[in-house]
Every structure is written in structure tokens, then in C-alpha cells.
């Protein structure tokens, strides 16, 4: 409970909204650039990395509303 109370802190609603700018740049910006340019390797992994910050920007939303 105690970590849960520590990361409660550190996720604050400024870091959850550059968690979300970053996430929709990687994911649809950036990504979108690669595969135009047919870099397929490097778009799948900057949107895997979009994808994983959106998920952790969900999973802060969700530790700050719960606990």
C-alpha cells in the first residue's frame, strides 16, 4: 500500500498529460511519418512505445481515481 501511496505522487495530472501528448505523437504521428517512408521495423516499434505510454497514462488514471 505504501508503494501504491508513493506512485499516487510521482503520477500528478501535469505528468498524466505529457504521458498522453507523448503517446498520441507516437502513436499516430511519428508512426505514421515511418511508414510513409517504409521504415516498417522502426514503426512498429515507435508505435509499440506509443501504445505502452498510453497504457501506462490508463493505469495512472486508474491508481489516482482508486486510491
Known amino acids: ?3 501504491l501511496n508513493e506512485l499516487k505522487m510521482i503520477f500528478s495530472n501535469g505528468i498524466i498529460f505529457v504521458f498522453i501528448i507523448i503517446s498520441y505523437f ?3 504521428k511519428t508512426s ?3 511508414k510513409e ?3 516498417t521495423k522502426d514503426y512498429m516499434i515507435v508505435r509499440g512505445t ?3 505510454y498510453g497504457v501506462l497514462t490508463i493505469v495512472a488514471l486508474v491508481l489516482i ?3
Do not use: E, Q, R, S
Open 1 to 3: 500500500m505504501f508503494f
Open 26 to 28: 507516437l502513436t499516430f
Open 32 to 34: 505514421k511519418k515511418l
Open 37 to 39: 517512408n517504409g521504415k
Open 50 to 52: 506509443g501504445i505502452f
Open 65 to 67: 481515481n482508486i486510491y
